[in-house]
T-cell receptor
Framework: QKEVEQNSGPLSVPEGAIASLNCTYS??????FFWYRQYSGKSPELIMS????GDKEDGRFTAQLNKASQYVSLLIRDSQPSDSATYLC?????????????FGKGTLLTVNP | DVKVTQSSRYLVKRTGEKVFLECVQD?????MFWYRQDPGLGLRLIYF???????EKGDIPEGYSVSREKKERFSLILESASTNQTSMYLC??????????????FGPGTRLTVL
């Protein structure tokens, strides 16, 4: 059973701080990794995707991937109250099921003004 | 922008009713998915379709069926609704398998209550 693990939180940070969200996955041959943001009562929204080892930056967001450690993270710089949401990590399957995503249960982030 | 729409935001049905949830995407995506999301259980895949008239069971297909007669439309059917099917139902689509094309985009969700 492929698994994606996230700390459930809540993770609480002050406004302007860096929020660090972590995710580990069990399928060693997973190829694609995604971070979704989900506001309460809304559907998940894709915010970052990463496919190769290292860092990928997009505005205030940085995704980091370490395939050897089976670890992917999301850093949010200069956190804002509007970043308060649940963040879902998602990982593709391997081989013939590489269009399926396995989701973690999410980390609830609260940014305090 | 990819747009995925779902027929209802909120739906209330009675036990034993047949329920249809409709999903439409406007970006010519090959793959479409139905998930349900419950507190503490996360997102769970019910069914997915990788082509018209093609479908494959996900992790929790029991009590559900699907239909994909046109590329842009994917329907989820609850043959006889039960109270344990009360949930948030999310439809998603992705362009292709592999690489950036398997990013999934979600519709707004349907919150279904079965009484």
């Amino acid at each position: 059973q492929k698994e994606v693990e996230q700390n459930s939180g809540p993770l609480s940070v002050p406004e302007g701080a860096i929020a660090s969200l972590n995710c580990t996955y069990s399928d060693r041959v997973s190829q694609s990794f995604f971070w979704y943001r989900q506001y309460s009562g809304k559907s998940p929204e894709l915010i970052m995707s990463i496919y190769s080892n290292g860092d990928k930056e997009d505005g205030r967001f940085t995704a980091q991937l370490n395939k050897a450690s089976q670890y992917v993270s999301l850093l949010i710089r200069d956190s804002q109250p509007s970043d308060s949401a649940t963040y879902l990590c998602a990982v593709t399957g391997s081989g013939g099921s590489n269009y399926k995503l396995t989701f973690g249960k999410g980390t609830l982030l609260t940014v305090n003004p | 922008d990819v747009k995925v729409t779902q027929s209802s935001r909120y739906l209330v049905k009675r036990t034993g009713e047949k329920v249809f949830l409709e999903c439409v995407q406007d970006m010519d995506h090959e793959n479409m998915f139905w998930y349900r999301q419950d507190p503490g259980l996360g997102l769970r895949l019910i069914y997915f379709s990788y082509d018209v008239k093609m479908k494959e069971k996900g992790d929790i297909p029991e009590g559900y069926s699907v239909s994909r007669e046109k590329k842009e439309r994917f329907s989820l059917i609850l043959e006889s609704a039960s109270t344990n099917q009360t949930s948030m139902y999310l439809c998603a689509s992705s362009l292709l398998a592999g690489g950036p094309q398997n990013e999934q985009f979600f519709g707004p969700g349907t919150r279904l209550t079965v009484l």
